[in-house]
């Protein structure tokens, strides 16, 4: 029966699952490169077994797109059984399950692709292939990933992530291998599901650059498959996605955007918002100043004490150009 993208994301899957609880390691050479991940802010609690999440603290608030996107008509994945016996059937599940659903809210505005196996989005030849990659393709550019992810099997132990430790060789191996990912793929929003937990993390890097460095701080979100009453991986997966969006507006940045006179000193790469050096001090909202998404075309533009702000000539203050066409 149909219904909404909002209230599939709300839901868990139905469909029965069989897990033998199989596990694997992660040996890939090449992440031997990259530090493991040290500096872990966590954002998921555990409440009486629940495990519940906490999106807006590190991702934002939504916006007006947001709810075009929930409101969709979206259908409920057809009935069937599932073993999750191999890597592989952990990925046909959280495709089918989860990614499907998801993508429903993404057949515009904009229109978002999974791809499997794509290499990575560069000029510069890359050997190393990551899984999965959610993908858009503003006007004028290259195609540029919002979310990449990695399938295993049985390999992440949630305790670790969710204590912010991390201190086995198992998980410093998969920790270096998806710092790797994520710099290979100028991608700081990550997932990993291994069949029974969905971790997903975001890299708080300044810069490119930092994604690789030690002190880098890393988002981390700790979700398993079967948690009812909690948060649902679809909304998880939902979120960084949105969140992947906000940095690419980022990169559509006009270069006459001033408040109070001031033009913003950077932009942070993870997140494409605007910071603003007012008397030393680094703002993201300078003077009660906060961004908002025009929904029919995707830009942000600025408000202030819930009044818009104008340039000079009385027209909306523009923070980004659209990065997508007006609905129909």
């Not at 969709?72 to 599932?82: K, Q, S, T, V």
């Not at 100028?186 to 994604?211: N, S, W």
């Not at 991986?233 to 980022?250: E, K, P, T």
């Not at 993870?270 to 995707?298: A, H, T």
């Amino acid at each position: 029966m149909a219904t909404t993208v909002g209230y599939l994301l709300s839901q868990h899957p139905t469909n029965p699952v069989d897990d033998p609880r199989y596990e694997t390691d992660t040996k890939k050479g090449w992440a031997k490169r990259f530090e493991p991940i040290s500096r872990v802010k966590v954002h998921t609690s555990v409440q009486d077994g629940i495990v519940l999440a906490d999106f807006d603290s590190a991702l934002g608030r939504e916006q007006a797109d947001d709810t075009v996107r929930q409101q969709l008509g979206a259908y409920p994945p057809n009935y069937r059984h599932w073993r999750l016996e191999t890597e592989s059937d952990a990925k046909n599940w959280f495709h089918h399950e989860i990614s499907s659903v998801v993508l429903a809210a993404w057949a515009q505005h904009p229109n978002v692709i999974q791809q499997s196996e794509a290499k990575a989005f560069s000029d510069s030849t890359i050997a190393e292939v990551a899984d999965d990659a959610y993908t858009i393709k503003p006007a004028s550019q290259m195609r540029t990933p919002l979310v990449i992810g990695e399938f295993k099997r049985g390999l992440i132990q949630p305790p670790q992530w969710q204590r912010g430790d991390i201190d086995t060789s198992r998980q410093l191996t998969l920790s270096r291998e998806l710092r790797g990912y994520a710099h290979k793929y100028e991608c700081p929003q990550i997932f990993c599901f291994d069949g029974r937990t969905l971790l997903m993390l975001q890299f708080r890097a300044r810069k490119l650059k930092h994604v690789a460095e030690a002190d880098c701080e890393v988002d981390c979100w700790v979700i398993p498959r079967e948690n009812e009453g909690g948060c649902t991986l679809r909304y998880a997966l939902y979120r960084l996605l949105v969140q992947g969006l906000r940095r690419c507006q980022g990169k559509l940045a006009l270069s006459n955007v001033t408040l109070y006179g001031q033009s913003p000193k950077f932009r942070q790469f993870y997140s494409g918002e605007p910071i603003w050096d007012v008397e030393g001090k680094l703002y993201r909202q300078p003077w009660d100043c906060y961004r908002v998404i025009d929904p029919s075309n995707g830009a942000f533009y600025w408000m202030c004490r819930e009044e818009e702000v104008q340039d000079q000539d009385g027209n909306r203050m523009w923070d980004t150009q659209g990065i997508y066409k007006a609905p129909s």
